[in-house]
C-alpha cells in the first residue's frame, strides 16, 4: 500500500486524489490519507505529488514510519476526496517544513 506522509500537513495539494483508479484518498482539514484496505499499489499516485509526501509503504523513510497507522486509521475517519482543489495559500511556505505532525488538524 501507498502512504501520504509528514510533508503532506498544511500542503495538501491534492494533485494525488486526480489520479487513484479507486478512490482511495480521504481529506482532513490539512492532510489527506490514503486506505491501506482501497490501494492497490498502482503507483500513480507517487510522482504528482509536488510535496513528495506519498511513499510505498516499503520505502518508507523510517521517521514517517508512524504514518502507516495515521493513514489506516484516519481513512476510516474522513471522507473520500476525488477532485483536486486549490491549496492552501500558503503552501509554499510549509513545504518542507519539520515537525507538522503537531499541527495535523482531526
Ligand atoms: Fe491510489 Fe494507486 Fe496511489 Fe494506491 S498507489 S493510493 S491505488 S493512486
Ligand atoms: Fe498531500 Fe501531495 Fe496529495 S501534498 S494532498 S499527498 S499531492
Redesign the pocket.
Known amino acids: 500500500t501507498f502512504v ?1 506522509t509528514e ?2 500537513i498544511k ?7 486526480e489520479v487513484c483508479p479507486v478512490d482511495c ?1 480521504h ?1 482532513g482539514p490539512n ?2 490519507v490514503i486506505d491501506p484496505e482501497e490501494c492497490i499499489d498502482c503507483t500513480l ?1 507517487e510522482p ?7 511513499f510505498a509503504e516499503d520505502d518508507l523513510p523510517e521517521d514517517q514510519a508512524h504514518f502507516k497507522a495515521i493513514n489506516a486509521q484516519l481513512s476510516k475517519e474522513w471522507p473520500v476526496i476525488t477532485e483536486r482543489k486549490e ?1 492552501p495559500a500558503d ?1 509554499k511556505d510549509w ?1 518542507g517544513k519539520p515537525d507538522k505532525l503537531a499541527l495535523l488538524e482531526r
Do not use: M, W
Open positions: 501520504v510533508n503532506c500542503c495538501k495539494y491534492t494533485d494525488c486524489v484518498f481529506e492532510f489527506l499516485c504528482e505529488c509536488p510535496a513528495e509526501a506519498i491549496p503552501a513545504d
